[in-house]
């Protein structure tokens, strides 16, 4: 459907079912063709350039010493992910505002139990950031809150299993609050690459990088250990096992088992371009 903003006078195109209405442009929300008033904003405390320091200063595993020298920015964009704001009281004397993320798909990754703050949130203004891009919400509250509360209730059932009290579970939807995140694009020695900040917190939460020469190197001798180690620890076993020739099919199969056991480190050898995310191992793309 076609959507007129009251504030800043734009024109755009919104999903049918949508509860919540963002303007790209501007940033306001509508619901039931009303300004929303519960919307809530966290400032980015970090600029374009500090974003790109953040990233390229992070070094993760296998990446090259010159890559915060070397690499070239090349685009940033200031996004903002809604959330859902919500005031939880799951026991009597314990209660705090807590969030989930309004979206069903993000638009960059996010690790699925970000740890979101609700402090420093400040009242909502469209002219806040105005060459930024707005989500729209995705999710109604009751399904956001249903995907993203499990960790609030598990820590709130342990916390009363360990002092004998019931869990309340009591929830009320309290509004919208908008979080910045940086999509930052780079080149190094002629390769892009992607890399996603906090612009609240500074939190690097995912990164695409080259494998350094170093990286590749020190993948080869982890493979050759694995592969000699498994090569000793079968023929062992093969003597102990079979004296008459279970020494040479002891080292086959060692060797066999090794080279599985290796093939994901191989893999670093070969490959040239990794992904680190703030809530998993590095792995190659």
Same mark, same amino acid.
């Given at each position: 459907?076609?959507?007129?903003?009251?504030?800043?006078?734009?024109?755009?195109?919104?999903?049918?079912?949508?509860?919540?209405?963002?303007?790209?442009?501007?940033?306001?929300?509508?619901?039931?063709?009303?300004?929303?008033?519960?919307?809530?904003?966290?400032?980015?405390?970090?600029?374009?350039?500090?974003?790109?320091?953040? *990233?390229?200063?992070? +070094?993760?595993?296998?990446?090259?010493?010159?890559?915060?020298?070397?690499?070239?920015?090349?685009?940033?964009?200031?996004?903002?992910?809604?959330?859902?704001?919500?005031?939880?009281?799951?026991?009597?004397?314990?209660?705090?505002?807590?969030?989930?993320?309004?979206?069903?798909?993000p638009p960059f990754y996010i690790p699925e139990e970000y740890e979101f703050p609700t402090r420093w949130r400040m009242a909502f203004k469209p002219s806040l950031e105005r060459g930024a891009v707005f989500h729209q919400?995705?999710?109604?509250?009751?399904?956001?809150?249903?995907?993203?509360?499990?960790?609030?209730?598990?820590?709130?059932?342990?916390?009363?299993?360990?002092?004998?009290?019931?869990?309340?579970?009591?929830?009320?939807?309290?509004?919208?609050?908008?979080?910045?995140?940086?999509?930052?694009?780079?080149?190094?020695?002629? +390769?892009?690459?992607?890399?996603?900040?906090?612009?609240?917190?500074?939190?690097?939460?995912?990164?695409?990088?080259?494998?350094?020469?170093?990286?590749?190197?020190?993948?080869?001798?982890?493979?050759?250990?694995?592969?000699?180690?498994?090569?000793?620890?079968?023929?062992?076993?093969?003597?102990?096992?079979?004296?008459?020739?279970?020494?040479?099919?002891?080292?086959?199969?060692?060797?066999? *088992?090794?080279?599985?056991?290796?093939?994901?480190?191989?893999?670093?050898?070969?490959?040239?371009?990794?992904?680190?995310?703030?809530?998993?191992?590095?792995?190659?793309?």
């Amino acid at each position: 459907m076609r959507v007129h903003c009251p504030y800043c006078g734009a024109e755009y195109e919104a999903p049918d079912y949508a509860q919540y209405l963002v303007c790209p442009y501007c940033g306001t929300v509508l619901r039931e063709g009303r300004v929303f008033e519960s919307v809530y904003i966290f400032e980015p405390r970090l600029d374009k350039t500090a974003a790109f320091n953040k *990233a390229l200063g992070f +070094k993760p595993w296998a990446s090259p010493r010159d890559l915060a020298s070397s690499a070239a920015p090349t685009g940033a964009e200031l996004h903002f992910v809604p959330l859902y704001l919500y005031y939880y009281e799951p026991l009597k004397d314990l209660a705090m505002y807590v969030t989930a993320l309004a979206l069903e798909k993000p638009p960059f990754y996010i690790p699925e139990e970000y740890e979101f703050p609700t402090r420093w949130r400040m009242a909502f203004k469209p002219s806040l950031e105005r060459g930024a891009v707005f989500h729209q919400p995705q999710l109604d509250p009751q399904r956001a809150w249903e995907r993203g509360s499990k960790r609030y209730l598990k820590e709130a059932r342990n916390y009363a299993s360990a002092f004998k009290i019931a869990v309340a579970d009591k929830v009320s939807f309290e509004g919208i609050v908008y979080y910045p995140f940086w999509r930052l694009r780079y080149t190094y020695r002629g +390769k892009e690459y992607v890399a996603v900040v906090d612009a609240a917190e500074g939190d690097v939460v995912y990164m695409e990088y080259p494998v350094s020469r170093r990286g590749r190197a020190a993948s080869l001798a982890a493979a050759a250990t694995i592969l000699m180690g498994s090569a000793l620890v079968g023929a062992v076993i093969g003597a102990l096992s079979h004296p008459a020739g279970g020494l040479l099919a002891g080292l086959l199969g060692g060797l066999a *088992a090794g080279v599985g056991g290796s093939a994901g480190v191989l893999r670093y050898v070969v490959e040239r371009k990794a992904v680190y995310r703030q809530d998993r191992a590095v792995e190659l793309l």
